[in-house]
């Protein structure tokens, strides 16, 4: 037994693919009829099964529907993506995956994610690039020499801003791009690879989860459930607040025991590979000098370009990709890089994080096959069926793990709001809740299951960091389990307080 190893990132979503593919054979196929805002025309789309239809883009259509959400929303641009009919479910033929759609699932995915994908090589790149200059090495010995006594600042300012970002603007997939600057960091603060990680992970999944302005999540759920994204703004502000505190008490207290003796680490046998693969900052003998200070302030750039670009300007993977591989060309020129030294360097950092780049791919190729299965509007189906006749705490506290349940097969936040709030929020109604409370187990039924999702970010995330998902789980349920609790405890003070 001591011999069987835990299966690699790939290989535990070609599993899950297997699964769902056999899903694919037992759970009905079904659909919802989808409604859809065409700004040329200022008219709806209705798509009956593969019937389509042009009907007039009024508040008297959308009441007809049963659909309670305000014309503005979808003329204003808010609501821009297909959303479900209420009370349209139709059962269909079967659909099953076949053997043949298994195996062309992760292609499809990959060609689906290819944005991402190339994001993600590019930041190889520049990362191979920036060890190359030694800038790394140089800045980090300096910060590890500036924090010496003070290293839980690095635990508490991380996990806090990325919290920030998660919650304001969904900083999410865009954190794959801190790893491999952090890690250096955290092991040159004598703490080990699962701190970064969770400082970084756990930072994003907690801001998200509990999403001030997010228009990623909150507001276009808010827009589908026909109310105000304000509406229960407080509430999930106080949320963020004691989920952070939960999250930082909870990582300091692991990174202290590790600092103090390293042999506590979760991953304390891969201690001398990890450090080796990702340097050991403390003993190198570079100098940070004005040549390599220029360097971390051109790569640190990056980053703040993209943030803002992300959250300002509307941009997404292309603009992302673009500013990184900028970048790096910028560094390569102040480095004095020959250009056959500069692209063998390039292509050598994107080449390690390729298998990175694959397990983004084939976690896509697992939504491919619920897709063309037909299995998710039927799950959504009997989940809002399944609720019917509870006591507003008991439903409430079912919807947030019904939520976490439906995040498996849709782990997109905004793709969950626009196919279940046209259908979840009305139910809120019957138990004489406000749709708020839907708006919010929506919420933190998804980041909850965010912790450990392997059809989201953390596959990907954790292999970037070289730790095995197992490793994470035991790391991470235990603050899982905290924060339900927490969040059970929020969600049944809200309804009946």
Request: hydrophobic share 50%; aromatic share 12%; proline share 3%.
């Amino acid at each position: 037994m001591k011999n069987i190893k835990f299966p690699t990132p790939h290989t535990i979503l070609l599993l899950i693919a297997g699964f769902v593919a056999i899903l694919t054979w037992l759970v009905p196929a079904g659909k919802f009829d989808t409604l859809q805002y065409q700004k040329s025309s200022n008219s709806f789309t209705y798509l009956h099964l593969e019937e389509e239809k042009i009907i007039a883009a009024s508040q008297e259509t959308l009441e007809s529907l049963g659909i309670k959400i305000p014309l503005d929303k979808f003329t204003n641009g808010d609501i821009s993506k297909p959303i479900s009919v209420p009370g349209t479910y139709t059962q269909l033929d079967a659909k099953p995956q076949g053997f043949l759609d298994f195996f062309k699932s992760p292609i499809k995915g990959i060609i689906q994610s290819s944005d991402i994908i190339l994001f993600v090589l590019i930041l190889g790149g520049i990362i191979g690039i920036m060890n190359f200059t030694g800038a790394f090495d140089a800045g980090i010995a300096w910060l590890a020499k500036t924090l010496k006594g003070k290293e839980y600042w690095l635990i508490f300012v991380v996990t806090t801003l990325i919290a920030a970002g998660g919650t304001t603007f969904g900083l999410a997939e865009e954190t794959i791009a801190f790893y491999p600057i952090l890690i250096p960091i955290f092991l040159a603060a004598k703490y080990d690879a699962i701190v970064a990680l969770a400082c970084v992970y756990i930072g994003s999944s907690i801001g998200t989860m509990c999403s001030t302005v997010n228009p990623f999540s909150v507001i276009i759920a808010s827009d589908a459930a026909g109310i105000n994204w304000t509406t229960g703004f407080t509430g999930r502000l106080l949320m963020l607040i004691g989920g952070i505190i939960i999250c930082v008490i909870y990582i300091l207290r692991y990174a202290n025991k590790v600092q103090k003796d390293p042999s506590k680490s979760i991953i304390y046998d891969q201690k001398e590979m990890i450090e080796n693969l990702f340097g050991n900052a403390t003993s190198n003998t570079h100098t940070l000098t004005g040549r390599l200070r220029i360097i971390l302030t051109i790569f640190a750039l990056c980053f703040v370009i993209m943030i803002y670009g992300v959250s300002r300007l509307g941009w997404w993977f292309e603009e992302m990709t673009v500013v990184f591989l900028i970048g790096a060309i910028l560094i390569g020129f102040l480095a004095k890089m020959k250009e056959e030294n500069f692209v063998t360097t390039f292509i050598k950092g994107a080449n390690d994080l390729l298998g990175v780049a694959f397990i983004i791919g084939i976690a896509r190729g697992v939504s491919v096959l619920m897709e063309q299965g037909l299995i998710s509007d039927t799950i959504l189906q009997h989940a809002s069926e399944f609720t019917t006749g509870m006591s507003k705490g008991v439903f409430t506290n079912v919807m947030l793990f019904i939520y976490s349940g439906l995040s498996f097969f849709i782990p997109s936040s905004s793709g969950m709001a626009v196919l279940t709030m046209p259908i979840m929020s009305p139910l809120a109604d019957t138990v004489g809740i406000g749709r708020e409370v839907i708006v919010n187990a929506y919420q933190y039924g998804m980041g909850l299951f965010a912790f450990i999702n392997p059809t989201g970010l953390i596959l990907a995330s954790l292999a970037i960091v070289k730790v095995g998902y197992d490793k994470w789980l035991k790391f991470v349920i235990p603050l899982v389990i905290i924060l339900t609790v927490f969040t059970m405890i929020v969600l049944t003070i809200q309804v009946y307080f």
